[in-house]
Structures are given as C-alpha cells and as structure tokens.
C-alpha cells in the first residue's frame, strides 16, 4: 500500500515560497503504525510525510 501512496503522490516541498520536487527520503521510519519519511529540500526545508496502513485507520 505505501509503494502505491509515494507511486501515485508527487512530492513538493512545504518550505515557505518553495515548491521544488522531492525525491528520494533522507530518513525512513516503518512499524506496525505505519511509514513516516522525511525529505530535505535544497532549500532547507524539512518536510515529513505520514502514511499509516488501512487495517489501523
């Protein structure tokens, strides 16, 4: 299901007036919870995704 969410998403920075495309994550966190990922932006911007499995919604 997360390969599903970060295939269909097109990842942009939430940095103020900064709306470059994100790559690949710097940090990746996975439990049972589910998948938090962090992305740094050439601009300095961190911005953190979260997507938790539909069993736990």
């Known amino acids: 299901m997360f390969e599903e969410l970060l295939d269909d998403a097109a990842l942009t920075c939430d940095g ?3 709306d470059r495309s994100l790559a690949e994550p710097a940090l ?28 736990s919604r």
């Open 28 to 55: 990746v966190f996975e439990t049972d919870a589910g998948r938090r990922a962090a992305y740094e932006c050439a601009c300095g911007a961190v911005t953190v995704t979260v997507c938790r499995p539909e069993s």
């Open 16 to 18: 103020h007036d900064c």
